[in-house]
């Protein structure tokens, strides 16, 4: 019904920069919360960066200064600036969606993509 397609992982040195990218698509009404979700290996997944459709905008605590969140409607970015290897992780795409204006918005998920950063 609803896919997010993510893009943009990869590998950047310390200090780099990398880029992410979501795209929403299928049946959808309205989109609230939309943003960037990562999971390091053996941990749990944290919150990156989310985004309202109102606008409001919540980092997690690691990463707020150094990336940035930024919507067009169902599409979502993520800049990614002075990176650290602590940022080594798989990044997921998450929205939440109401797939009708009858219906309660749940939370859909990309298939994630890769980014690490090393020298």
């Known amino acids: 019904q609803v896919q997010l397609v993510e893009s943009g992982g990869g590998l950047a040195q310390p200090g780099g920069s990398l880029r992410l990218s979501c795209a929403a698509s299928?049946?959808?009404?309205?989109?609230?919360?939309m943003g960037w979700y990562r999971q390091a290996p053996g941990k749990e997944r944290e919150l990156v960066a989310l985004?309202?459709?109102?606008?409001s905008t919540n980092y997690g605590g690691s990463v707020e200064g150094r990336f940035t969140i930024s919507r067009d409607n169902a599409k979502v970015y993520l800049q990614m600036n002075s990176l650290k290897p602590e940022d080594t992780a798989v990044y997921y795409c998450?929205?939440?969606?109401?797939?009708?204006?009858?219906?309660?918005?749940?939370?859909?998920w990309g298939q994630g993509t890769q980014v690490t950063v090393s020298s």
């Open positions: 998450k929205a939440n969606v109401a797939l009708n204006r009858w219906s309660i918005a749940v939370d859909y």
């Open positions: 299928g049946s959808i009404f309205s989109i609230n919360a």
């Open positions: 985004k309202s459709s109102g606008g």
